[in-house]
């Protein structure tokens, strides 16, 4: 059963590939145990490059010291519809919207684990932020603009905007 948060807001995409990470990290988890984990997958590192309003129409996905982050954007200031659900191994444990406007929704599970998004952009930038904590991966799945399906060159990753090689794809910590 999951439970429904209804955010105004703009929300940023999503969009990661199974690689491999470097770094490690310690981690809190929603019960206050700490877990040492290593970092996630270089690809997802990193704020894009240059990522702004101006920036190439799509959804967004990137990792930093703060957590996950999923922005969406578009040149033309006609609406489109962004959505898509994002799964991860262990409860979210920080979750926070960017620029959310009422036609916007954003579910968080009930067990924590699946966030559902379909937001409406105008041409701007919108988003969410979250952190996973104690998880390993993280799945993006049912990428869509409007009624399609969202275009793997239309799905960014990281610093170097990679795209991924299929959608749905799982983004994994480092081994």
């Known amino acids: ?18 690689l491999v990470g470097a770094g490690s990290a310690s981690a809190t988890s929603s019960t206050g145990h700490t877990c040492e984990k290593a970092g996630w997958i270089g690809e997802v590192q990193g704020r894009p490059t240059g990522f702004g309003i101006h920036s190439k129409s799509g959804d967004y996905l990137w990792h930093a010291s703060d957590g996950f982050h999923v922005r969406f954007t578009q040149k033309r200031a006609v609406a489109h519809t962004y959505s898509g659900v994002i799964t991860v191994s262990a409860p979210v444990v920080g ?3 960017v620029k959310l ?3 916007d929704h954003v579910s968080l599970s009930a067990d924590k684990m699946t966030i559902t998004f379909s937001i409406v952009n105008h ?3 919108d988003g969410f932020d979250f952190k996973t904590a104690c998880a390993d991966s993280l799945t993006v799945s049912e990428l869509k603009i409007g009624a399609k399906s969202q275009p793997l060159s239309r799905v960014y990753l990281g610093k170097h905007r990679v795209h991924p090689s299929t959608i749905p794809f799982t ?3 480092r081994a």
């Open 1 to 18: 059963m999951r439970r429904r948060i209804l955010i105004p807001a703009v929300l940023t995409a999503v969009a990661g590939a199974s």
């Open 171 to 173: 983004v994994n910590r």
């Open 95 to 97: 979750f926070k919207v």
């Open 123 to 125: 041409g701007l930038i």
């Open 101 to 103: 406007e009422k036609q």
